[in-house]
């Protein structure tokens, strides 16, 4: 393996693991009211590009990366919108 690479394998193990912590304070909590969904919609819509991108080059780094990084930003995503669903619309200030 050539240096190009593993530093792109490292830098992609770097920014994916960044999102682990994320994943399990929501998925512990029940909870991603403040978290913004117009940042995770538009972040999952960029790596989705990335990896559709990383596919066409063939670039190995690009694809691992991108695709656990699509996987994990994905499922703060999905909770985000299942948890918000279920939490009872908030009245007015009393």
């Not at 790596?47 to 559709?52: A, F, H, M, N, Q």
Request: hydrophobic share 60%.
């Amino acid at each position: 393996m050539d240096w190009m690479n593993l530093i792109g394998i490292v830098a992609g193990i770097c920014t994916t693991a960044a999102f682990v912590p994320q994943v399990l304070m929501v998925w512990r909590t029940r909870s991603a009211r403040d978290i913004s969904l117009a940042m995770y919609a538009i972040f999952v819509l960029g790596i989705t590009l990335w990896l559709v991108y990383g596919v066409m080059a063939r670039a190995l780094p690009v694809i691992l990366a991108n695709g656990a990084t699509l996987l994990l930003a994905g499922a703060v995503l999905v909770m985000k919108l299942h948890f918000d669903a279920r939490r009872p619309p908030m009245g007015p200030a009393a």
